[in-house]
């Protein structure tokens, strides 16, 4: 049996859910405030003669929230706990395959379980399985960024009269994370040796 000396990866989990936890209830609270704030703020703007009549309260409130809702934690906390769900099945997925690539290399020591090259292919996959986590999670958030305030105002009034907003332009989106090009050439590099193996 494996003895852990230090943080175990139990505890580094722990923390972790703590830490979403915290942004999770931090987005929480920030929404209800939000919500509260808009409505005041609508009717601070309507007493003062502040708005034209083209937005609905309720549109107004829904352009007052898509400006200043708490984005950031929720969006942290919701990668940390993507992050924490699926550690366990790309640990399995790479571990099933750094199995297979054993097996395939009629049991080289080099590939054997639990040496260098399996630690290190552990290490590193989950290291990158993370990154494309974080990516993800940080270009859905820029991806969905409200503009600003005139244009979101405008959107809206948009949407209230014909039920439709204006899609996006999104100049320059390959769809390719660097990640993956990363790890496009770690695979070739395996493969090759692979090959050079038999």
Known sequence: ??????????????LLALIGLGYGLRAVLGYR?????????????????????????????????????PRRPAYIASGIFAILVL???????????????YQLTDR???FEPGFLVWQ???????????TGVAYAIARRYHLLA??????????????EKTGQRDKAIIENDWGIPPFMAIIGFVVFIVFVMWWKLW
Request: aromatic share 16%; no cysteine; hydrophobic share 40%.
């Open 108 to 110: 080289n020591r080099v």
């Open 1 to 14: 049996m494996q003895k852990f000396e230090g943080i175990s990866f139990l505890w580094a989990v722990a």
């Open 120 to 130: 290190f292919s552990i290490f590193f996959g989950i290291i990158f399985s993370w």
């Open 146 to 159: 409200p503009g600003t305030q005139k244009y979101e105002t405008e959107q809206q009034i948009k949407e």
């Open 33 to 69: 405030q939000i919500s509260r704030d808009a409505e005041e703020d609508y009717d601070y703007k309507q007493e003062r003669g502040m708005l034209d009549g083209e937005l609905s309260r309720e549109g107004y409130i829904r352009v007052f929230k898509r400006l200043h809702n």
């Open 87 to 101: 550690t366990w099945p790309i640990m399995a997925a790479l571990s099933f395959l750094l199995e297979q690539l």
